[in-house]
C-alpha cells in the first residue's frame, strides 16, 4: 500500500522557524517533492530530495533520510505569505509509469 | 516560458451530464499527468502520459473516466455520466519525463479546473 503521513495543521509566528515532517510507506521509491499551495491556486514546486541529507534552497530546506521513511521541510525567517498548505510527495514509478504519491497536505498559518 | 494551462477554470453540470476537461503542457514537456484533489483530501493520481508510450490509466476511478492525448501535446480528460462524488479539482501537470537528467522529473502544475456536479 501507499501510505505518507503529515501533520494536519501548524501554526507560527512571523520571523520564526517551523519544521514539518512526512513519513511515508510507499511500494517503491524515486524521490520526494514537497510542493505549496497557496488556497484556491495550483502546488508550486519547493524542493526534491532522491539522495539522503539536506537541500538547501535560501529559507527553505528539505531532509531526506530514505532508511527512516522520513523527510522534512524546514522554513526560515517565516514571513506572511508561507500561510499555505505544504505537501509532501513522493515519487514512485517503473518503466512504463510515474506518479506522485501525495499526502493530504500540512496547512500552515503564520501570524504576526 | 508559458506554464500549464487548463481550461474551463470552473465548470458547473448537472448529474448525468458529461463533462471535457482541457491541459496544455508546458511546451517540450513529454510527460502529463492528471491528478484529482477532493476537499480535505490530497492529490490522487489518475492517469499518465508519457510520449507516444501506452498510458498508465491506473488511478482512474470508474469506466465513465478517460483521457486522451493526441500529438504528444494537448490532453483532455472526460467523464461520462457525472455524479455529485465527481466534484473536485482536477489538476494537470507535466514534466520533461523519464531518461532525463535530473531535474526533469519535476511535475508543473497548471492552475486546475474546478468541477462542480449538481
Known amino acids: 500500500g501507499q501510505n505518507i503521513d503529515q501533520p494536519t495543521e501548524m501554526t507560527a509566528t512571523e520571523g520564526a522557524i517551523v519544521q514539518i515532517n512526512c513519513t511515508y510507506q510507499t511500494s517503491g521509491f524515486n524521490g520526494l517533492f514537497w510542493y505549496q499551495q497557496h488556497a484556491g491556486e495550483a502546488p508550486t514546486f519547493l524542493s526534491y530530495n532522491v539522495l539522503d541529507g539536506l537541500e538547501e534552497k535560501g529559507r527553505f530546506s528539505s531532509f531526506l533520510s530514505r532508511s527512516k521513511g522520513y523527510s522534512y521541510l524546514l522554513l526560515k525567517e517565516l514571513q506572511m505569505k508561507d500561510s499555505a498548505s505544504y505537501l509532501c510527495?513522493?515519487?514512485?514509478?517503473?518503466?512504463?509509469?510515474?506518479?506522485?504519491?501525495f499526502g493530504t497536505g500540512t496547512r500552515l498559518q503564520v501570524f504576526p | 516560458g508559458a506554464g500549464v494551462s487548463q481550461s474551463p477554470s470552473n465548470k458547473v453540470t448537472e448529474k448525468g451530464k458529461d463533462v471535457e476537461l482541457r491541459c496544455d503542457p508546458i511546451?517540450?514537456?513529454?510527460?502529463l499527468y492528471w491528478y484529482r484533489q477532493s476537499l480535505g483530501q490530497g492529490l490522487e493520481f489518475l492517469i499518465y502520459f508519457q510520449g507516444n508510450s501506452a498510458p498508465d490509466k491506473s488511478g482512474l476511478p470508474s469506466d465513465r473516466f478517460s483521457a486522451e492525448r493526441t500529438g504528444g501535446s494537448v490532453s483532455t480528460l472526460t467523464i461520462q455520466r457525472t455524479q455529485q462524488e465527481d466534484s473536485a479539482v482536477y489538476l494537470c501537470?507535466?514534466?520533461?519525463?523519464?531518461?532525463?537528467?535530473?531535474?526533469?522529473?519535476?511535475?508543473?502544475f497548471g492552475p486546475g479546473t474546478r468541477l462542480l456536479v449538481l
Open positions: 511546451s517540450g514537456h513529454t510527460a
Open positions: 510527495a513522493v515519487r514512485v514509478g517503473s518503466y512504463n509509469t510515474d506518479k506522485l504519491i
Open positions: 501537470a507535466s514534466s520533461y519525463g523519464q531518461g532525463r537528467s535530473s531535474g526533469g522529473e519535476t511535475q508543473y
